[in-house]
């Protein structure tokens, strides 16, 4: 059972969801939009523009430039 704990940036995406109201795709596809900014800049984009706190803008941003450099990969 242990298998099943999420971890890592994803670890946040349901206390972000419940706190800012929308899903984690809509928080990448924003994201996604502001690239090719680099981290810390999308980092504060979520928390200038959507009042988002530093540990869950730093996830969402850490979890989605992964799974694009990923796809980027393939």
Known sequence: MADNIIKGPASYFPSIEKKYGRPISEWQEMIRRHL?????????MLKEDHGMGHGHANALVAHTLAASQRKADC
């Open 36 to 44: 090719p900014a680099k981290h810390m800049e999308l980092v504060a």
